[in-house]
Structure formats: structure tokens, C-alpha cells
């Protein structure tokens, strides 16, 4: 049931920017674009989320292209503790079906 | 705040047996969830709750059951445990809709032998 795709895995190196697309083809009206972090042995943690457009915080940007089909989480000049396992999802009030998917792990090195 | 707690951190039990994974938010969410996380893979939904006393199945629901008797606790059941229910139970909660942040517990690692 998965409804996004992510890739598997990415390596970088610290001070560059990060760029991890998902594409979400069947997206509906309804759903908001929902990004979680997770450390190993921790539970997700909330980084992002936006409907269009774009979005900013102080840890990441958020690009929606008009169409939503896809995402770009964009994490700027990451560091050593960045490395973790990012997930995309689709949220929206009326789901049950909450799915992490398989997430991208995300590898940063010196 | 302590957030999201969940007890026990660990457990082993053999097939059969039976256990209460403990769930308790003190931010007053009126959303709470129960996933599982298999080595590897990411979160699946097993059970969500809307408020006390409501309760619905998520993706995985098989082998599980939960009550929600308070705002504040979200206790889940494992009935005649089996090695398909090892893996790592996270609750999580969030203030209102779906869409809002969801505040993860540190999980609880069970293995079923």
C-alpha cells in the first residue's frame, strides 16, 4: 500500500547540501507531504510538512513542484549527526493507513 | 513535559504468552497511535485512537487489541504472542488531526521466541 517512493539509500559528506526526492504520483487532494527523521533505536521524529509550494524551517526546506507528484526534502550543509533514515508520507485527516515506507538512509561522512 | 513514555523498553516472551505494551502522553493529545518497525523496514499502523473510549484498525491489526479508557493512556494487547509479532512498538501521539505532528515514545523491543 505503499503510496511513495523514495530511494533506498544516499551517502554525502558534511557542509553539503542534501537533496532527497519522493515521488508520490497518486497523491490526492487531501493529502498534506509529511517528512520524519529517525535515529537508530528512536522513534520518528517530525521534520517537515507542506501542501505546495514551498516550505522552510530552521532545520529544512520542503519543494512541491505544481503538480505534487514529487517532493524534495532539501537539508542544507548537513553534518555527522544527520545521518539517519528519512521518511516520506502522505497524510490526511480521513487515513488510517498511516505507511512509513521503507524510508532513505541517509549516510553523511567526514 | 515527559512527552511519550512506553513500558517496558524490553521484552521477551514465549510463543503463546500474552503482554501489554504501556503507552502514556502527558500533552493532553487527543490522537494516539500504536506501529510496529521490523529490522530494516519502516513504521506500519497497527491501531489508532481519536479520543477515549474510540478506536480503529489500522494496516496491521491481526494479533492485537487496544482501549483507550483516558486521554492520557493507550495500552495494546498481545493475545497468544507468535515469532511474526517480534519487532519494536512505538506509540505515538499528536494534539488533534491526523496531519499534525505526531511526538514518537522511545519504543519497546519485543522479541517472541
Known amino acids: 500500500l505503499a503510496k511513495t517512493t523514495q530511494p533506498i539509500s544516499m551517502d554525502s559528506y558534511e557542509g553539503q547540501e542534501v537533496n532527497i526526492t519522493c515521488s508520490h504520483n497518486?497523491?490526492?487532494?487531501?493529502?498534506?507531504i509529511t517528512w520524519y527523521q529517525q535515529f537508530p533505536s528512536q522513534g520518528p521524529r517530525f521534520i517537515i510538512q507542506?501542501?505546495?509550494t514551498k516550505v522552510t524551517n530552521e532545520v529544512a526546506s520542503l519543494f512541491i513542484p505544481a503538480d505534487r507528484k514529487s517532493s524534495t526534502l532539501s537539508l542544507p550543509r548537513v553534518s555527522l549527526s544527520d545521518t539517519a533514515v528519512y521518511y516520506c508520507?502522505?497524510?490526511?485527516?480521513?487515513?488510517?493507513?498511516?505507511?512509513f515506507g521503507g524510508g532513505t538512509r541517509l549516510m553523511v561522512k567526514p | 513535559n515527559a512527552g511519550v513514555t512506553q513500558t517496558p523498553k524490553f521484552r521477551i516472551l514465549k510463543i503463546g504468552q500474552s503482554m501489554t505494551l504501556q503507552c502514556t502522553q502527558d500533552?493532553?493529545?487527543?490522537?494516539m497511535y500504536w506501529y510496529r518497525q521490523d529490522p530494516g523496514m519502516g513504521l506500519k499502523l497497527i491501531y489508532y485512537?481519536?479520543?477515549?473510549?474510540?478506536?480503529d484498525k489500522g494496516e496491521v491489526p491481526n494479533g492485537y487489541n487496544v482501549s483507550r479508557s483516558t486521554t492520557e493512556d493507550f495500552p495494546l494487547r498481545l493475545e497468544l504472542a507468535a515469532p511474526s509479532q517480534t519487532s519494536v512498538y512505538f506509540c505515538?501521539?499528536?494534539?488533534?488531526?491526523?496531519?499534525?505532528?505526531?511526538?514518537f515514545g522511545p519504543g519497546t523491543r519485543l522479541t517472541v521466541l
Open positions: 497518486n497523491i490526492a487532494t487531501n493529502d498534506y
Open positions: 485512537s481519536v479520543g477515549a473510549g474510540i478506536t
Open positions: 507542506g501542501y505546495k
Open positions: 500533552m493532553n493529545h487527543n490522537y
Open positions: 508520507l502522505l497524510l490526511n485527516n480521513a487515513g488510517n493507513m498511516l505507511t
Open positions: 505515538a501521539s499528536s494534539l488533534t488531526v491526523i496531519t499534525d505532528t505526531q511526538y
